[in-house]
Structures are given as C-alpha cells and as structure tokens.
C-alpha cells in the first residue's frame, strides 16, 4: 500500500522564545509555524535534515510582542527538522533597502522651517549610477525638485557593515563630504545602544555623533503607506562651523526592509537659529 502523504517535521526552538510554539500542515504542502515573540527581538527559523547542519529560511523576523507565524513550502519533502532561534545580536541584510540598485526611486514630500518662513515642495529622487567620489566608489542618489536637479548624495558602494555617506553636492552650494563617511544605517547593532562616532564635514567641522538604532514593529504611516519593521535611527552631533559658531543637531530617520527611507526629520541650532527639514515618502518603485 502506497502511502499517499508522507512527511516529518520536527520543531526545535533554542534561545529565549517563550509561549508554547504551533505548527501545522495546510494542504499538505505548506507548513505553518507559530511563536511568541518579544517587540525589539529579531528571530530566525532554520531547517535542516540531519540535525547537524542548518540553513535560515529567510529574513529574520522582527518581534510584535505577541504571535509571529511563517509559512515554508514543503512539498516533495521527505524529512525535514525546524527551529526557532532568537538571536542574540541584531543584523540587517542592506541591500533590502534598495540604496545599491540603479532604477531605485522615491518621491517625497518636503518642509523646510528657518529664519525665513517655510518651503514645502516635491523632492523626485533616483539611484543613477555608480562614480568616484574623493577617491571612493559610491552609489549617485540624486534628488529632483519640480524636475530640476537639486542635488546628489553619495552612498559608499559598499553595504556589507553600513549605509555610509561620503558626501554630495548640491544646487549653488557645492562639494560636501564626510570624513570617515558618515553611517545612515548599520549592519549590526545592539537596538537602543548609543555609538559614539566622531567625523570631519566640510560643513560641520569636527563633528561628535551619538546615533541610536532601535527597531520599531508597530505600523508607521505616511503617504506612501503604512509600513511594519521599520528600523529607527536617531543622530544626535554637535559642531564647530567657520567662525566659530557651535552647531547642535538631532536627525531622526526611518528606514523600511523592502522599500527604503521613508521618513526623515532635522533640527539644527547654530548659534540660537533654529531651522527644520522634513521629508515624507509620497511613493517608490523599487528595482
């Protein structure tokens, strides 16, 4: 007698996964697995067919304090071992953010407050190509306002520890850089943490920055969408401009896996003048 279904499944969970986890077969072909799971953690679920050696099925994901389930397809599977692990770092895969592909594009809507009232306009923005920059390879994101070149921001071609800025140029102002490149995003972090990074900007001077990364699972809004696993960071730098003037600043931006920046807010105070920059994803389209 020919068995018409025959699988083994075995759920292992390692780490601190509380809760009791669940899995399921649905239709025969998909397997189901369900989980605790804790805001602020990232899991993994692994397989294997010895017990011996183990490969992740996807991203890691992003914990909701409450149920997070997966799906595996496994269909034509004879045997197969599953876990759950929570891991005890906090990583990114960067090229989920679209920032090295050419084609990549992002609409945004713009506010700018200073001594001069406000500005709100369309900031069209691409990913173009690849260049030299100062001797590095970077990445040209140029950004378009009511269709006219506005200025370009250059990312290090290089996404394997960070989304790091070299530097630009923009309408009327000229070269700017960045010297190390400043980090936008980070690899891998400890959520909530504050890194100390100190770098020289040709228009900040020598520059003191304390950035904290922390993952935020609950949905965040904006035109373009309401998106969940979206990755906060927070700069908080002081300066030393030409002429002496002190500069303080908090930049706070949100990053998305799958999509990109979606939102980016900046308060500046150089010598008692306040000034704000807001951005606002309106749409994308990915490559």
């Not at 780490?15 to 899995?23: I, K, L, N, Q, Y």
């Not at 605790?36 to 992740?56: A, F, I, M």
């Not at 040709?202 to 950035?211: F, H, N, P, T």
């Not at 990364?213 to 969408?225: C, N, Y």
Request: charged share 20%.
């Amino acid at each position: 007698m020919r068995a018409l279904f025959q699988f083994v499944v075995i759920l292992l969970l390692t780490g601190m996964v509380t809760g009791d986890p669940s899995f399921r077969v649905l239709d025969q072909s998909v397997l189901e697995i369900s989980w605790d799971s804790t805001r602020g953690k990232q899991y993994e679920v692994l397989s294997s067919t010895d017990l011996v050696n183990w490969s992740p099925l996807g991203p890691r994901q992003l914990g909701v304090d409450g149920l997070l389930t997966v799906e595996q397809d496994i269909s034509g599977r004879d045997r197969e071992f599953y876990r759950v692990e929570e891991c005890p770092d906090f990583t990114l895969d960067l090229s989920r953010f679209n920032f090295g592909r050419i084609g990549s594009r992002w609409s945004y809507d713009v506010v700018v407050s200073g001594i001069n009232g406000n500005d709100r306009y369309t900031w069209d923005s691409e990913i173009e190509g690849r260049a030299i920059f100062r001797g590095k390879e970077v990445i040209e994101w140029n950004f378009y306002r009511d269709q006219v070149w506005d200025q370009v921001i250059y990312i290090l071609d290089d996404f394997t520890t960070g989304i790091y800025e070299v530097g630009g140029v923009a309408a009327g102002q000229g070269e700017q850089w960045n010297d190390p490149a400043l980090p936008s995003l980070l690899a891998a972090f400890n959520p909530g943490e504050v890194i100390t990074y100190d770098y020289q900007s040709s228009v900040l001077g020598s520059v003191a920055d304390r950035i904290t990364i922390t993952p935020q699972s609950e949905p965040f809004t904006v035109p373009a969408g309401t998106f969940a696993d979206v990755i906060r960071v927070e700069h908080r730098y002081n300066g030393l401009v030409e002429g002496g003037f002190a500069v303080t600043g908090v930049t706070t931006e949100w990053f998305v896996p799958d999509v990109g920046l979606i939102r980016h807010v900046g308060e500046v105070n150089l010598a008692g003048f306040v000034g704000t920059t807001e951005y606002t994803l309106r749409s994308y389209a990915v490559e």
